[in-house]
């Protein structure tokens, strides 16, 4: 078996040998994209909306990735996904999202129609077909694989596939406990990236660039959650309890404002007014404390809003979290208190990718909001983007052209901080020497991990 294995992985164009180093060709190559697009994606779980896009049933999206279209719609009966092709011409039925409850789907070429239960509905002059091509088993739209988790629809191409919660593991518990499944879209942003969609991906997969990329975050950084200083040594917290206090919210505060979902507005006011509240004198002291409250005071804002809210403190001891969790192959959530942030890249072509970034909440199920029915595109480089990300988008297109620079082979990875990347990478290689699903499954699951994970064994 690790023969055959062996055998099949040395058949993946710029394979990755060295977990360590990853050949830059899987960044740009055409022939890599074009087994990317044939061995990956067919085979992969993807997320393909939150359930808030489609409330309602009859309430549809669709859903694409490279010249697959896929309706994912709300029956009577729970979530539905069908592959976006009328089953007389080939036309594709739905363009964006919609809803289908009086009409259902109508091909706009010859009128064939479908329900929500992808039922055919309507043949127009069906006497002019011979009866056998109008099997309801050949004119009923096709189903496509779909399962929920986190409050979002998944979709898998491969009718074979392993089930969504045994190939996402472990990180499904980290999530279910903080309530991800009740989060709720703040706002929805997209655009276009001139950069290979992993080279996109892996901007957020470590946090060593932070001292660099997000200064406003390293010079109010508390602690090592946000990698190693300049010197190798942690920011001293401040000279006394009143000012780790101070520094704290103003850390908080520079994460709210650079990328909402860290620290939601709500979040923000109630730690605002730890500013002015009796601090411990040791500095050290004081840091510990200033979390703790943090966690306390917003978990009890939140039950006492009515918010589907977890006891923050007894959580995390219970269920230690990472500040960015990887689902492979292209989505992120990123937990800071109760709210959290959200990732979704698709390729586009071997240098673009489309990429997707969402703040959410846990809002009380009875508070007025006018929840985004599609993301507000930007160009990559807009000023409107949150601190955080406008500062990682200016990055990535300069780090894809330097690919091209010459005398650059490989990316040189920190087997400590940036195994995430390495991890992933080394998956990929997997699908594309098309190993069996349960190796690939288990592979997946040790993928799944967060933020400056090491290199680990993900099995072949």
Known sequence: MADTTASALDKVPHRVSNPELIPVERYFDPEFFELEKKHLWPKVWQMACRLEEIPNVGDYVEYSIFEKSVIVVRTKDGIKAFHNVCRHRGVRLANGPGNCSKQGFVCPFHGWRWNADGENTFVFGKEIFSEELLDRAEIDLAPCRVETWAGCAFINLDDNAKPLLECLGPVTTRMNVRNADKLKMDWWYATILPTNWKLAMEAFMEGYHVMQTHPQLHDLSPGSAYGPSADGFMPLPGKDGKEVFGRGVDFMASLSAGMAG?????????????????????????????????????????????A??????????????????????????LPSLAAMSSYRCRPLTPETCYFEIWSLVLRPEDEDYETPTEPTFLPYDSPDYPEIPRQDYSNLPRQQLGLHGGNFTHMRLSSSQEGMISNYQRLIDGYLAELDDETLCKGQQATNCGYNSPIVDIGF
Do not use: Y
């Open 308 to 333: 589907p809210m977890f006891d923050i403190p007894s959580t995390n001891a219970e269920h230690p979290f990472n500040d960015v969790e990887f689902m492979f192959p292209h989505f992120f959530l």
């Open 262 to 306: 860290m620290v939601h507005e709500t979040e923000l006011a109630v730690i605002e007014k730890l500013r002015d509240a009796d601090a411990p004198e040791d500095p050290m002291t004081a840091l510990g404390e200033f979390f703790a409250r943090t966690q306390v005071d917003v978990t009890k804002d939140g039950f006492d809003r009515g």
